[in-house]
């Protein structure tokens, strides 16, 4: 309770007040949230249950009858009958569980990383940091594609479906730790000479519980901002390899397969397959985005 | 009474911050005549950096003059326009901050930084300018100053930047210098060598010195009079010897006794209990009252103006009703 | 209290010969192109000096004088490139962890930035606490909270303001803290490094005289490092006059403000304000502080003193019994300095 009036009380808090900017993309970023957690509960079906579909209600138009069944579907269907925005919410879910996930990985891999380079300095600070820098000469999306194939070769076909995602996650996760690496090196050589650490040296703390109970929670303020920002990033990855046909299977889709399936029916007519998934991963990506640099700019005051 | 050059007249800055306006300067007012050198003391929050930032029209947003009014020679400046201001800025108030690089600009030489100077305000060939500026430099200290003027920022020591930021400051022949912490940054043995040079080119170009410290030292060697600032506000204002050795404000009395000095040989400092209250908590009445010795009844409630006595200004009810006698302690 | 009285006689820090260098040098690669050899800094230079228990040494000295280095050094956060530190007549550096933690409890340091000294994400009571459990020197959580609060007490905060976070005090209440914090394991002997330069006049006033009870009150033996001669002045007993890296005088405190040896110890105190309008001219100094990476030969202040002969630019001074101390001067071994005016 206390914590929780201490947040409405805060700067951070008025701060978020004051911009509709960011209350606006609060609002959708917890809409798509909250509707992908509690997608069984809201989807009118669940698509991927061969039994709840029926093949007769493929192609139905958005909000109208369809002509065999006389079923309405708000955003239509596809061409196997399967509900449209049902199909969203269950993309969501998997759209969001991946991208979460790989910037949580990301973000351990790369603090952890990066605080060590940045506490220990001299060659491993060197191996670690080049090591980034060499990564970071492809675009992530390659490191990402590279990964995805050699997970692909080394496990068994009849597990592909299975860990597919895992390896998605894994994919972009290793894709994107460079960025945080960076973020808390940079901290920690700021923070590695306050004499607040000085102080924990002298009494003989160990490196290790300097690095973890000093250090590190004083880059958690840059850490959040560049998590919220690659979570941003993350969902539009998993949507581009899903699209090409290396990410999510068809069997658990996200909203990047949706959008693949989908761009096949557009020239056919049926333009909401392809028009409604796109528009909610835009509204995603854009909305955490959106969070992402107005966290940025209140936590840093300077920059204003 | 002729009309001094420089005159401060009830100066009010505020911040605006979600929680109403903190006031950071509050009433300060003061007269400066020509030649004068005039310091102004005060702790860190006391708002003497934002005073002066006040008069030359640089103080940071949004840190604003909510009211009051800034004369310099009989013409009002602080509702100038930014583009009038910057004419004011150089030709007639120079200014000498803490830190030489934030005057001096790395990627230009000394000569570049000095002509230009020279040649916005004044009118002078690119050859007069040259020759000027090596003057100035000569004037201030900084040896070989034929060969050293094509050097960069960088290539001079601490001092002698600060050195360069003086010819700089009074390169417009300026009537009013504001001198902001000029010394804080530098060594001790180099300090009394800047605060030399300062006041005797000052002198020597009869501008009139604002200086601005929380040393007291310094204002004991340079300054004429001197304000001490508490809280926002003027707590004492006169002439420095009278005030420093016989201070008639319990504030500024008080910061005398806590200065350790190569003299004393007590044990204890005199000490003030408690701190400089927050910009967001100054109490009712005068600032001063939760930490002073001699505090009544009507400091607690009623605010003090600057009351005349002898030849020097108290904010204090002690000497209210003594007016310009001396008050028995 | 038999142990403290046989080891009476033995001042509690012994520092012989210390010195400190840093490789400055460029990265390989400019080095190789720029064909320039690698540069190195003596920050500290043979510099020895004692202790004793119960008193205040003080180191003076400007920007460069490696006063802060020396202090890095005594308390383990540097390793000294040459000579040995006795803490107790025991050597300070030492590889068995055991017996470093038992040193460590013994010793402990106050900083200069009130700001930075202090974990902003750490309540107050665990920044107290810290070197008391992390010494194991007190390990039930009552205990450790009532040695928290009797520390408040006796830095004057109150046992609330425990569970407060550093940014909600001000800059002289940090400073209590961080004197709170350093008092936790129950130390004999305190490094403060210039650990009232960032406060203002009032507030430094309170600091020092809380250090002077706290002193007292606790038998505490001080380092006291500074570059104001008037603090150093109400703080010490003994001080120690550092110029480039290099002890030039140590004197006893009262000596050194009457009758002041080395030239730069007097142009030092030639150049300290003078408060009381006594009218003293304050003396013009000659030049800055050259730069450390090459500093001049022989006597590494001959360029700036007005006593300067050409054995100074040849030969570094030796250690010279002076009326009052030592000091390392060719001028005043050959007692060639005039006496000094500085009757105060």
């Known amino acids: 309770m206390e914590a929780v009036s201490n947040f409405l009380a805060s700067d951070l808090f008025y701060r978020f007040r004051k911009s509709p900017v960011a209350v606006l993309a609060f609002i959708v970023t917890a809409l798509l949230v909250l509707s992908a957690l509690f997608a069984p509960w809201i989807a009118p079906q669940n698509p991927f249950d061969p039994g709840s579909l029926n093949l007769m209600n493929g192609f139905s138009e958005p909000g109208k009858p369809n002509q065999f069944t006389g079923e309405t579907f708000m955003l239509g269907t596809d061409d196997q009958g399967r509900d449209v925005f049902s199909t969203i919410l269950y993309g969501l879910r998997i759209s969001l569980f991946v991208g979460f996930s790989a910037v949580m990985f990301a973000m351990v891999l790369g603090s952890v990383l990066g605080l060590i380079a940045g506490y220990t300095g001299g060659r491993t600070d060197t191996i670690i940091m080049r090591i980034a820098d060499i990564q970071l000469t492809f675009p992530a999306i390659l490191v990402a594609l590279l990964i995805f194939g050699i997970a692909k070769g080394i496990t068994p076909p009849s597990y592909r479906d299975e860990v597919a995602i895992w390896v998605l996650i894994l994919a972009i996760g290793l894709s994107d730790w460079v960025q945080f690496a960076r973020v808390v090196r940079g901290a920690t050589l700021v923070e590695r000479n306050k004499e607040y650490v000085q102080a924990a040296k002298l009494i003989g703390r160990k490196p290790m519980a300097i690095m973890l109970k000093h250090i590190l929670p004083n880059t958690l303020g840059p850490v959040l901002v560049i998590a919220t920002i690659s979570l941003a990033l993350a969902i539009i990855a998993e949507a581009t390899l899903s699209f090409l046909g290396v990410g999510a299977p068809p069997t658990q889709p996200s909203l990047g397969t949706l959008i693949r399936i989908g761009q096949g029916f557009l020239f056919s007519g049926e333009y909401w397959i392809l028009l409604y998934p796109a528009g909610t991963l835009l509204a995603l990506a854009l909305s955490v985005n959106l969070l992402g640099d107005w966290l940025r700019d209140a936590l840093n005051p300077k920059l204003k | ?329 | 209290m038999s142990k403290v009285a046989a080891k009476a006689a033995t001042p509690l820090l012994q520092v012989s010969d210390l010195s400190c260098v840093f490789d400055v040098s460029k990265p390989w690669l400019n080095r190789l192109i720029e064909r320039e050899p690698k540069q190195f800094l003596r920050a500290v230079d043979n510099v020895s000096f004692e202790i004793r228990k119960g008193e205040t040494l003080a180191l003076v000295g400007e920007s460069g004088s490696g006063k802060s280095t020396i202090a890095k050094m005594l308390v383990g956060l540097l390793d000294p490139s040459e000579g040995t530190i006795l803490f107790d007549g025991e050597p300070m550096i030492t590889h068995s962890s055991d017996r470093m933690t038992e040193l460590r409890k013994r010793f402990q340091m106050i900083f200069q930035s009130p700001y930075a000294s202090l974990n902003p994400r750490w309540k107050v009571a665990d920044v107290i606490a810290e070197p008391m459990i992390v010494l194991g020197v007190e390990k039930d959580s009552a205990k450790i909270q009532a040695r928290v609060d009797e520390l408040l007490d006796l830095v004057s905060l109150s046992a609330a303001d425990g569970s407060k976070f550093p940014h909600e005090f001000s800059g002289g209440q940090r400073q209590r803290i961080a004197i709170a914090r350093a008092l936790s394991s129950s130390p004999e002997f305190i490094v403060c490094d210039e650990p009232t330069s960032a406060l203002d006049v009032s507030v430094q006033a309170q600091i020092l005289n809380l250090m002077r009870d706290l002193q007292d009150q606790l038998g505490l033996t001080y380092l006291f490092i500074s570059h104001d001669l008037s603090v150093v002045r109400h703080m010490a007993n003994r001080i120690g006059v550092l110029y480039l890296g290099a002890l030039v005088e140590i004197s006893d405190s009262k000596e050194l403000f009457r009758a002041p040896q080395h030239p730069y110890t007097r142009m030092l105190l030639d150049a300290v304000p003078d408060l009381e309008m006594t009218g003293r001219k304050r003396k013009e100094v000659e030049g800055e502080i050259p730069n450390p990476i090459n500093p001049p030969s022989g006597c590494t202040f001959h360029p700036r003193c007005p006593f300067a002969n050409e054995r100074c630019r040849r030969e570094v001074p030796r250690w010279t019994r002076t009326k009052t101390g030592v000091a390392a001067c060719h001028g005043v071994e050959e007692s060639r300095i005039p006496e000094t005016e500085m009757a105060r």
């Open chain 2, 1 to 329: 009474m002729p009309t001094p050059l420089l005159s401060v007249r009830d100066l009010v800055i505020e911040f605006p911050t979600r929680h109403g306006p903190l006031t950071a300067v509050d009433g300060v007012s003061f007269d400066l005549a020509a030649g004068e050198v005039l310091g102004v003391v005060g702790e860190s929050g006391a708002g003497k950096s934002l005073t002066g930032s006040a008069i030359i029209g640089l103080l940071d947003p949004p840190g604003h003059i909510a009211s009051g009014e800034i004369y310099l020679k009989g013409k009002r400046i602080d509702n100038l326009r930014a583009e009038d201001m910057r004419a004011i800025r150089g030709r007639h108030i120079g200014m000498v901050f803490q830190d030489p690089l934030t005057s001096l600009n790395p990627l230009y030489t000394i000569a570049d930084q000095l002509i230009e100077t020279i040649r916005t305000h004044l009118r002078l060939s690119e050859r007069e300018a040259r020759q000027r500026a090596i003057g100035l430099l000569d004037d201030v200290g900084i040896p070989a100053a034929s060969r050293r003027i094509d050097d960069y920022p960088h290539q001079f020591s601490g001092g002698m930047r600060q050195r360069v930021v003086i010819a700089l400051a009074l390169a417009a022949e300026p009537e009013l210098v504001i001198a902001d912490e000029p010394t804080t940054a530098l060594d001790v043995s180099v300090q009394a060598q800047i605060i030399d040079v300062l006041k005797e080119q000052c002198t020597q170009h009869g501008a009139s010195v604002i200086l601005i410290t929380h040393d007291m030292g310094v204002i004991a060697e340079t300054a004429d009079r001197v304000a001490v600032m508490y809280s926002g506000r003027i707590a004492e204002i006169g002439p420095v010897r009278e005030i420093i050795q016989n201070a008639k404000h319990p504030y500024t009395s008080g910061l005398m006794g806590s200065i350790p000095t190569l003299a004393q040989e007590e044990d204890r400092l005199v000490q003030i209990p408690g701190s400089m209250p927050r910009l967001s908590d100054i109490p009712p009445g005068c600032p001063f009252n939760p930490r002073c010795e001699k505090v009544f009844d009507k400091c607690r409630v009623q605010r003090p103006s600057l009351i005349p006595v002898e030849n020097r200004q108290v904010a204090c009810w002690l000497y209210e009703d003594t007016g310009t006698s001396e008050v028995a302690t």
